[in-house]
């Protein structure tokens, strides 16, 4: 456990199947109230939608994915897949700026030191693309991506292993 300086009791946990609602929550809130400051209304509608919450559950379950806690309250999640892809990485709004990302970023990169990955790399939104950089990110490519018929731009970032 963490004492962080906003006083918050920070932790991390491995995800458990009955965390999917929470993971849920917390990325719906993160783009609708945050990355929403991003992209345009008909972009976080496109975005902001789980179609199936038993695939979401298969989907979350199907790679390592961490929870960030405050106290016993899901406050953020990351994932990271066998490739180095980190997928996910999502802090509720009232959690922001705190440092939940970053430990949650140092979660991820540990393991994937354990796992002898070279480099992880994950596509990041306009909103998560200056934390990305802060923590020693490069961007490899500016996109754009299709995401129920809206066109979203973000950027697929790379940090290398050493
Ligand atoms: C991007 C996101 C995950 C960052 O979470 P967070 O917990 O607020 O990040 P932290 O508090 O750990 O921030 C770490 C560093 O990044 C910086 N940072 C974070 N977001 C930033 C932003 N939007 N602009 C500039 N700097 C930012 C912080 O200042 C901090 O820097 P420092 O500690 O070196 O001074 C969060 O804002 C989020 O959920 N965004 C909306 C959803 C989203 O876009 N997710 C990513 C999908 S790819």
């Known amino acids: 456990m963490t004492k962080m300086a906003s006083q918050e ?7 458990d199947p009955a965390d999917a609602q929470a993971t849920i929550d ?13 992209y345009n209304p008909a972009q976080i509608a496109a975005w902001a939608k789980v179609d199936d919450v038993e695939v ?4 979350r379950a199907s790679r390592p994915t961490w929870l960030a806690m405050n ?3 899901a406050i953020g999640f990351a994932d990271l897949k066998a490739d180095g ?3 996910m990485m999502f802090v509720h709004p009232d959690h922001q700026g705190k440092g939940v990302a970053s430990l949650l970023l140092a979660t991820v990169v540990a393991a994937a030191r354990n796992q002898d990955l070279q480099r992880i790399f994950t596509e990041a939104s306009l909103t998560a693309r200056p934390f990305f ?3 020693g990110f ?3 490519a500016a996109q754009q991506v299709e995401k129920r ?3 979203l731009a973000n950027f697929l970032m790379e940090k290398t292993l050493a």
């Open 9 to 15: 009791l920070l932790s991390v946990k491995a995800y």
């Open 26 to 38: 917390i990325f719906l809130r993160a783009i609708r109230e945050v990355a929403s400051k991003d």
């Open 56 to 59: 979401w559950a298969q989907w």
């Open 71 to 73: 106290g016993s309250v």
């Open 85 to 87: 892809c980190l997928d």
């Open 133 to 135: 950089e802060r923590r």
């Open 138 to 140: 490069v961007v490899v």
């Open 149 to 151: 018929g809206q066109t």
